[in-house]
């Protein structure tokens, strides 16, 4: 009676311990617990410009300022399609959109904090500069939102982007105080200017880029590193930015409301869908693991069907919902869904995971997986912040233990 006994509460001890490593599974910790650690050094060199062949040159003519390309750019250059990927919306949202350069710079510069990217911060100090913020308000962008000397719009859009980094989505009423200020077309600006930065800073974090020599500004290191926003509210049920009627899904027709934003937008979507040499199913499985960390349902719903067809690529979404430690992957695939839960939550491809998909992946295959989660975390939250709804038939997310 007794061994009886102590076999039954093994067993459920067992049970309890296989729940919890279940919820473990499909639970990432959000983006903001801890502050991102920066690299020291590059992972991949930024291309010495004896190698450059006359693409290099053709490209950096076209959109690097003066002809001097950052180091961001010039690490870029070892995979030149996501050139003409990233840069035409860097170039757009840096510089041309309707945003106040102070605002823009606002919006970038804390960004780049919340992601610990020091070569952004580095860059966009000296802009701030140039567009009117003191030394002193550039230390305050470190400092937060609710720090006192902000005026209402500029305390909105420093909201907008901590939200959007811990929650991947707005709060009703900082989506309202942010609409009472800007039309529809600043408010896409504002949000895509946090989303895309916050693209660039996982990938150039992720690839080692550093501050460019000559550059003096530096993130504050005695500033405590804070990201406090409200819980994330339920899933929209209405788009706060009602889809173009038409043929076509609700995201491109969302998008097409701002019909420049959404030109200069589509070059980054074409380089992860048409034209990275990364594999179909690992392409799949790093949107799919990405846009289930966002909890950016429309996005889990279009690449599960017509528009990434997992299942046609031997992915079992319910897999992916459960994460790397689900049974079934194997070691690589693994590494390959650890580094999109570290890029969700820690704005970077840890060193480990970096070294074993290495194993695997040439140096312009690695750049292509890192932006393809990164890119898919930045259209992660605008779905989730225009609301953008599901289109009928779609599958929603899959019941986990631990969702």
């Known amino acids: 009676m007794h061994m009886t006994m102590s076999r039954m509460l093994l067993g459920i001890a067992a049970a309890a311990a296989l729940s919890t490593a279940t919820r473990a599974q499909t639970l990432v910790e959000p983006p903001g617990s801890r502050q991102p650690i920066a690299l020291s050094k590059p992972r991949v060199p930024p291309l010495a410009e004896a190698q450059w062949t ?3 040159r053709q490209l950096v003519a076209k959109f690097a300022p003066g002809g001097r390309p950052d180091n961001g750019f010039r690490t ?3 995979l030149p399609e996501t050139v003409e990927g990233v840069m035409p919306y860097t170039v757009y949202l840096s510089g041309e959109t309707s945003l106040s350069p102070r605002h823009r710079e606002l919006l970038i510069l804390r960004t780049a904090w919340l992601c610990g990217n020091r ?9 701030a500069r140039q567009a009117g913020l003191t030394a002193a308000e550039i230390r305050r962008v470190a400092e937060g939102p609710d720090t006192s000397g902000w005026d209402g719009v500029e305390a909105t859009l420093l909201r907008l982007a901590d939200q959007l980094y811990r929650n991947a989505s707005v709060t ?11 039309d529809m077309v600043r408010s896409m ?12 800073s996982l990938l150039y974090n992720s690839l080692g880029v550093q ?22 509210e339920p899933p929209l049920t209405v788009a706060r930015i009602a889809p173009n009627e038409g043929n076509g899904i609700a995201v491109g027709r969302t998008f097409g409301k701002h019909p420049t934003l959404s030109a200069r937008w589509s070059p980054r979507q074409r380089f992860v869908n048409r034209v990275s040499a990364l594999s179909p199913r690992h392409r799949e499985m790093l949107i799919l693991r990405i846009g289930w960390n966002c909890r950016s349902e429309y996005e889990w719903a279009q690449h599960v069907g017509a528009v990434g067809r997992a299942r046609e690529h031997g992915l079992e979404p319910v897999r992916i919902a459960e994460g790397p430690d689900a049974a079934g992957w194997d070691p690589f695939e693994r590494t390959l869904l650890r580094a999109a839960d570290e890029l969700y939550r820690d704005a970077i491809v840890s060193d480990r995971t970096w070294e074993a998909l290495g194993e695997r992946l040439d140096t312009g295959l690695l750049i292509s997986a890192v932006f393809t989660a990164s890119s898919y975390r930045a259209i992660s939250m605008s779905l989730n912040a225009y609301g953008v709804q599901l289109e009928a038939g779609n599958e929603r997310f899959p019941a986990v233990s631990g969702r």
């Open 172 to 182: 009703n009423a900082t989506w309202q105080a942010l609409s009472a200020s800007y």
């Open 76 to 78: 870029l250059l070892n």
């Open 211 to 232: 501050p460019d020599e000559g550059t003096t500004d530096r993130m504050p290191t005695d500033v405590p590193y804070r990201v406090k926003v409200p819980d994330r």
């Open 189 to 200: 600006e504002a949000v895509e200017t946090v989303n895309h930065f916050t693209m660039l």
């Open 119 to 127: 070569p952004l911060w580095s860059t966009h100090a000296a802009r």
């Open 54 to 56: 006359d693409v290099h």
